[in-house]
């Protein structure tokens, strides 16, 4: 089992590297509606603060369990974001 130290870690790096691609398309793409990069990224912050919410939750039987569904969620919304990115 991860420590979660270090899933605080990935989720922090996963989610911020998705935010971060939609920054530089937004620079790479001046002329173009942010309107899509922006709701990606409120959705990215959006999955992160709910993320770190179930984390930090304490009412949890199973610790292990708990926390690898935590990293299978964040796998599958941030597989769910970079898809939108990548339709930019």
Known sequence: MPSIKNLKKDINYVLGDIIEECYSWEM?????????????????????????????DKNVENYKSHFKTINKELE???SALIEKVNKL
């Open 28 to 56: 790479l793409n001046p002329k173009a509606d942010k309107k899509n990069s922006e709701a990606i990224i409120d959705e990215a912050i959006l999955v992160f603060d709910s993320l770190v919410v179930k984390i930090n």
């Open 76 to 78: 599958e919304k941030a």
